[in-house]
Every structure is written in structure tokens, then in C-alpha cells.
T-cell receptor
């Protein structure tokens, strides 16, 4: 595709609900990253995929957060039992090759608001 | 763990004035990247610096990597209203994790 796309663009959830955020990376990109960006802050790393393998999930804040990329393309970030502190913009980025040394192309993000 | 300090947090300039943001690390970096995020937008890659003392230019933007590879700067000459946004540095931790600075938000008054 032309760029990284994410859906939904906006999500309002009641506290305790589960949410699923989708990322469509640039076609053929090996690497996929998820970030969480709080208001006025820089993106914070959540997890990294190389194709379908999740090689680094050290940034996931709790076991309520789960990410997958089963076929090495589309990825889903799932948050279970959402809490107010989960409110943030969730950014997905992809890069052509493995590792985080490559240029990362970001999607528009999903803005999550937990009430 | 790896951290990068970015200063200043905010900068207000009059259009036509210069602007500089600095990124500092306590450890030697293998490389550093710079991104720009417009208000309401997403980060967009600007450049990557790898070599000690490296200087790269993109039109009115000048990027520098320190000799010790522990700091970097982004300088904009003669700012324009289109330069408005937040500028982030980002570093690689040696694995797959990218650490972003907190960013410098640039306001330009016409």
C-alpha cells in the first residue's frame, strides 16, 4: 500500500472493555513496531515484530497488552480490561528490513480514550 | 536503561529566527535518528546520523552528531511557519528497541 494504515482512528472505550487496534504496514516490510504516545510525550516502544515473530515485547506495560502478527503482515494490538491510564495514541510503524536501525514509517495512529 | 535527554522542551520563535534542539545521551550511541511530528500528525523520519562528527544538511535543516557520539543537534535556519511541530531524536539500543526523546515543540510566530 501507499503507507502504513491503522484502524480505527479513534476509539472510546468504557473502563474494563477489551479493545483491538489494527495496523496494516507497508507491503513487504519485514519489521513492525508498536508505540504508545501520551499527550506531550515522545513515542514509547511497546513491541517489535520481525515478520511473524515477536522478538521484543519488553515495552508492553502489563499482561493486559497483547500483540500479534500471525502472517507477517497485518498486526493487532489488543488491550484487555482497559483502564484510564491506557488512554493514549497508539502508533504503528514499519520498516523495510530487520532491526530498528532502518527508517521507520509511521501510521496515523489510533487515539484511544478510556472513560 | 538507555535514555536520551532532549532540550529545550518548548521553543517560541519569530518567523525568520533560527532554532536549535539538542539531544544528549549518557552512553555512546551507535546512531541517531531525527523525526518531525506536525500537530495532530504522526512522526515522519528526517535523517539518520551514524558517523562521529557527522554533519548533514537538508535545505534549511542542519543535523550534527557529536565527536563522542553522545549528543546530536538539529538546527533550522530562518524558520518558517511550516516548520511548526515537535522534533524528536531517537536512538537504537542495540537490539530492536527504539528510544525516543521527549521532543522539542517549536512554535513559529508569523
Amino acid at each position: 500500500g501507499a503507507g502504513v494504515s491503522q484502524s480505527p482512528r479513534y476509539k472510546v472505550a468504557k473502563r474494563g472493555q477489551d479493545v483491538a487496534l489494527r495496523c496494516d504496514p507497508i507491503s513487504g516490510h519485514v519489521s513492525l513496531f508498536w508505540y504508545q504516545q501520551a499527550l506531550g510525550q515522545g513515542p514509547e516502544f511497546l513491541t517489535y515484530f520481525q515478520n511473524e515473530a515477536q522478538l521484543d515485547k519488553s515495552g508492553l506495560p502489563s499482561d493486559r497488552f497483547f500483540a500479534e502478527r500471525p502472517e507477517g503482515s497485518v498486526s493487532t494490538l489488543k488491550i484487555q480490561r482497559t483502564q484510564q491510564e491506557d488512554s493514549a495514541v497508539y502508533l504503528c510503524a514499519s520498516s523495510a528490513r530487520q532491526g530498528s536501525w532502518e527508517t521507520q514509517y509511521f501510521g496515523p495512529g489510533t487515539r484511544l480514550l478510556v472513560l | 536503561g538507555q535514555q536520551v535527554m532532549q532540550i529545550p522542551q518548548y521553543q517560541h520563535v519569530q518567523e525568520g529566527e533560527d532554532f536549535t534542539t539538542y539531544c544528549n545521551s549518557s552512553t555512546t550511541l551507535s546512531n541517531i535518528q531525527w523525526y518531525k511530528q506536525r500537530p495532530g500528525g504522526h512522526p515522519v523520519f528526517l535523517i539518520q546520523l551514524v558517523k562521529s562528527g557527522e554533519v548533514k544538511k537538508q535545505k534549511r535543516l542542519t543535523f550534527q552528531f557529536g565527536e563522542a557520539k553522545k549528543n546530536s543537534s538539529l538546527h533550522i535556519t530562518a524558520t518558517q511557519t511550516t516548520d511548526v511541530g515537535t522534533y524528536f531524536c531517537a536512538v537504537n539500543t542495540g537490539g530492536f528497541k527504539t528510544i525516543f526523546g521527549a521532543g522539542t515543540r517549536l512554535f513559529v510566530k508569523a
